[in-house]
């Protein structure tokens, strides 16, 4: 990538680039070539010094009632702490003589036969909590002890491995950025629709004109490199921030945002498949990534959300649908990787916060609980991973909820030293066992 | 009286250094949310110190001590029980499923209250009679942090709110006695699990490495001796209570003074200690100046707050009156947070203020909800409100309060505005020449000069006969500007 193609795409863009010292958006010269021709987008992911694994995280987002995800139809226990809410053992879709999958989980059980799925059973923490805002946070930090934590454990990894001049390392989908791609340094890149992921004023021309770097004499931008856009001088060795050097780095940040949503804009739109995704925002957001992946993003992380697993009154049809919604968007995902032959390149993990109480409510529903299962998909994973661990006792319980046999940490150790190929140490803190989970 | 460093000395007008509008907008930029034409004008005729003594003329004390009517909604919760004792009376007998829905309701009404005093809140900095006491309140409410998202209880928090208003240009001394006294701070810092069987040093270590001294001028040992000291203090849910029986009155050594302590003295001796004057003061100089700082001058404002027994007016003066304050530098090189950026552009447009529901969204995309610090840190504020995502939150939140119904009854602050075309959005009138009514937008908006090219580009978006429209799309314009997001 030459700086006078950079520049060509620029004027082709419309921005007006007219000086010499010319500005260099912070990640422009690694991937501007897929916007310059969408026509000729490559099938993989072009990367700079590292694999081009990718990983896709799905969040069940209020609870999800682990018990009637991953059935222990072969124990009593479960049909008399259930008396409302238990599935009949002929509807369970079976994995063995003790546990089978929700009924409308028929495409997961699909994945699980052809060795696409491992299901980590009884996975949880120490002294659990029940608060939802401060059990995600454990989850999304992978920290349960410490209250001030201001990264997030895909963050952490984000800062270990990348740059940070490219905002595209992490993208979540969604209006807010979750606590677990934020890092230190790196921060993700985040929006609920990609239509929304741009600038809506009408005067697109000279908006970029303002925005777009060598129209005043303040914005000699300093290319990539330099310190992440930190837009300090030194003055008299105090560092002091200045109004120039303030513009510099929103002028910067400001086209960096344009260049990412024309792309991403374009990407989305120019998406055609054949895989039939779930409405709404959780089936939008899988197509969206699956659209991004195709469009060759140096993406590494993606992130969906697929919420309202807090069942605490009426849970059955609820959590029927919810089962199907989340299954079909998994199974179009996955349908749509094949397709694109880019399915051996990516892992994807679906956690919840905590699972839900053994003994059902009084309102034929289920309160906050602890250990639940997690899921974890992809070519990748070795055919004998598909029931990891253990189920965890019906009765043996803690404060009437299951105890956890395995903690999530060990499954994000996994991920992060076999999957992205990256030590887990500094990123959790310490060192976790890792499951035996992949193809070797 | 120690010599105050030259930076902090009052600024005095030259004739190459004037005190102008910018460094009239300045101040009202940064002791408040941002002033009006007419606003500056007054600061500019007032000159800096009158200027400054001026927006610290408010009474000392919560907000109904200014006005009984001005207040948030809080019919949500009227009703329910406050303290604990009340609230296990009222579960008494009672069957699972009807605490659940009785649990429900209340959470629900406590929400709803939440939301009322931040609505309240925002109102209130934009539209109130006081900015810079919204404005210290906010500063402090990033210092003295408590979540709504830990602490649920709406009436706590707006104790809460009300306690930092009152304090927010008081003494800091009998502030930090207040805040350790409030119980949502005891809650969200465990002081309420702090007792003498069980120590819980959570609000200790926070008391120095965040409120008062900084990270690196106590041990380990200090944070145990000053948890003992306040176990035992806590609340009833409604109020502070002292659980005597919970204390612990043995002796304790503190920064190796030996006594028999209790909170009170712990933060007395925490005063004294030479660090504190300074970290308060590195504190405001973030906020209200620049996030770097030359220790040395930071070091001399630490100095002017302990010399007045901490009291916070005469080292806010200091500090808004000095050069350092007006040095070209610091004027407009601060990232606008978002409700900065909210608030002032609601004033400075004239528009307005949507229901905190309606913004709820754009301030949580921007990172920012009122009631809601992310950590007891705060907010990062700075560079950390900005990446390419909130980038086009905070262009697309402006350009649609812009678009937003013009005010329609009479504030006291905000200047009056052309209400007479109630369409939609900002008033513009097409009068003078386009160069004219670029400068005056921009002079309104940006409050600073810009460049000569980006000049340029706004007089070519109107061209030679400006109207309405063409006007209107020029103002989008200079909203869009990153200009716009620094103050």
């Not at chain 1, 679906?350 to 109480?357: D, H, K």
Request: charged share 20%; hydrophobic share 35%.
């Amino acid at each position: 990538m030459t700086h006078s193609h950079t520049r060509r795409v620029f004027l082709q863009r419309g921005l007006a680039l007219v000086s010499a010292g010319l500005t260099v958006p912070t990640f422009i010269d690694s991937t501007v070539w897929a916007m310059a021709d969408p026509l000729d987008v490559k099938l993989t992911q072009q990367e700079s010094g590292t694999d081009g694994k990718i990983l896709v995280v799905v969040q069940l987002s209020g609870g999800n009632d682990g018990l009637n995800t991953v059935i222990p139809y072969g124990d009593d226990a479960y049909y008399r702490a259930r008396p409302g809410l238990a599935k009949r053992a002929e509807e369970v879709l079976k994995l063995n003589s003790y546990v089978g999958l929700h009924p409308n989980l028929a495409p997961l059980k699909e994945l699980y036969d052809d060795g696409m799925l491992s299901i980590i059973q009884g996975v949880g923490y120490p002294n659990p909590n029940r608060s939802h805002f401060r059990s995600m946070d454990i989850w999304h930090t992978a920290i349960p002890d410490k209250e001030v934590t201001t990264s997030g454990w895909l963050g952490r990894y984000f800062d270990n491995t990348c740059s940070g001049e490219d905002p595209h390392a992490g993208i979540a989908i969604g209006d807010t950025a979750p606590l677990a791609m934020k890092g230190e340094r790196v921060l993700p890149l985040n929006f609920e629709r990609p239509e929304n992921y741009r600038y809506k004023g009408q005067d697109q021309e000279r908006y970029l004109k303002l925005n777009g770097g060598t129209v005043g004499q303040e914005t000699t931008v300093e290319p990539s490199g330099t310190g992440g856009g930190s837009g300090q001088t030194k003055t008299k060795g105090v560092r002091i921030i200045t109004p120039d050097n303030q513009l510099e780095f929103l002028t910067r940040t400001a086209m960096d945002a344009q260049l990412s949503s024309d792309r991403i804009t374009q990407l989305v739109n120019n998406y055609n498949t054949r895989s039939s995704y779930p409405r709404g925002s959780y089936g939008e957001g899988l197509r969206t990534v699956a659209a991004m992946i195709r469009g060759g993003l140096p993406t590494r992380v993606y992130y969906v959300s697929l919420g309202g697993f807090d069942t605490h009154a009426n849970q059955g049809g609820r959590h029927d649908n919810l089962m199907q919604q989340f299954a079909q968007g998994v199974s179009a995902f996955w349908n749509d990787m094949k397709e694109q032959k880019n399915h051996q390149r990516v892992l994807m993990m679906c956690f919840s916060e905590f699972g839900r109480r053994v003994q059902q409510n009084a309102s034929q529903g289920t309160d906050h609980g602890a250990a639940a299962p997690m899921f974890l998909f992809g070519p990748a994973i070795e055919k004998r991973a598909g029931l990891v661990g253990n189920h965890p006792s019906l009765t043996r319980l803690d404060q009437g909820d299951l105890i956890h046999n395995i903690d999530f940490r060990n499954v994000y150790a996994t991920i992060l030293q076999d999957w992205l190929n990256t030590p887990s140490k500094p990123i959790l803190g310490q060192q976790f066992k890792t499951i035996p989970i992949f193809k070797s | 009286m120690a010599r105050l460093h030259p930076q902090l000395e009052p600024f005095v007008e030259s004739s190459s250094d004037p005190w102008d509008r910018v460094k009239a907008a300045h101040l009202l930029n940064r002791a408040g949310f941002g002033g009006t034409e007419q606003e500056i004008n007054r600061v500019l005729e007032a000159g800096p110190q009158a200027a400054v003594d001026e927006l610290l003329d408010f009474p000392d004390g919560p907000s109904d001590l200014i006005s009984a009517t001005d207040q948030p909604d809080l019919s949500h919760i009227e009703g329910y029980p406050r303290t604990f004792a009340e609230r296990r009376k009222l579960f008494e007998g009672k069957t699972a499923e009807e605490r659940m829905l009785l649990n429900q309701r209340m959470n629900q009404a406590n929400q709803q209250a939440l939301r009322a005093i931040a609505n309240w809140w925002v109102q209130r900095m934009a539209y109130g009679p006081y900015p810079f006491h919204e404005k210290l309140t906010l500063f402090w409410h990033g210092h003295f942090t408590t979540s709504a998202r830990d602490e649920r209880s709406a009436w706590l928090m707006w104790q809460q709110n009300e306690t930092w208003r009152a304090h927010a240009a008081g003494n800091f001394g009998r502030f930090v006695k207040a805040v350790s006294r409030d119980p949502a701070m005891l809650d969200y810092l465990n002081n309420q699990q702090n007792r003498k069987a069980r120590p819980n040093e959570n609000y200790a270590r926070e008391l120095m490495e965040l409120f008062t001294l900084g990270i690196g001028n106590y041990t380990e040992n200090d944070i145990k001796e000053a948890a003992r000291a306040f176990t035992g203090w806590a609340h009833d849910g409604e109020a502070f209570i002292f659980r005597k029986f919970d204390h612990d009155d043995g002796e304790k050594t503190f920064f190796g003074v030996r006594g028999n302590f209790d909170g009170d003295d712990i933060i007395d001796l925490i005063l004294r200690h030479k660090a504190c004057g300074p970290y308060i003061a590195s504190r405001f100089w973030n906020f209200f100046v620049n996030e770097q700082y030359d220790p040395a001058v930071i070091a001399s404002l630490g100095e002017v707050l302990r010399e007045n027994d901490y009291e916070l007016r005469p080292m806010i003066r200091t500090l808004l009156t000095s050069k350092a304050f007006y040095n070209r530098q610091n004027i407009g090189s601060q990232i606008k947070s978002p409700i900065q950026l909210v608030v002032g552009t609601v004033r400075l447009l004239g528009v307005k203020m949507p229901e905190v529901n309606r913004l709820n969204g754009a301030l949580n995309q921007m990172g920012q909800v009122p009631l809601m610090p992310p950590t007891v840190k705060g907010w990062p504020g700075g560079k950390m409100w900005i990446n390419t995502s909130t980038m086009f939150v905070r262009y697309n939140t402006v350009l649609w309060l812009a678009g937003g119904e013009p005010v329609t009854s009479g504030r006291r602050v905000i200047d009056a505005i052309n209400r007479r075309n109630r369409s939609s959005g900002i008033q513009v009138e097409v009068d003078g020449s386009t160069e004219q009514i670029v400068d005056r937008w921009v002079e309104r908006l940006i409050q600073r000069p810009i460049s000569e090219q980006k000049r340029a580009i706004l007089i070519e978006a109107i061209g030679s006969e400006p109207n309405e429209s063409s006007v209107r799309n020029m103002v989008s314009l200079i909203l869009s500007m990153p200009e716009y997001q620094l103050c």
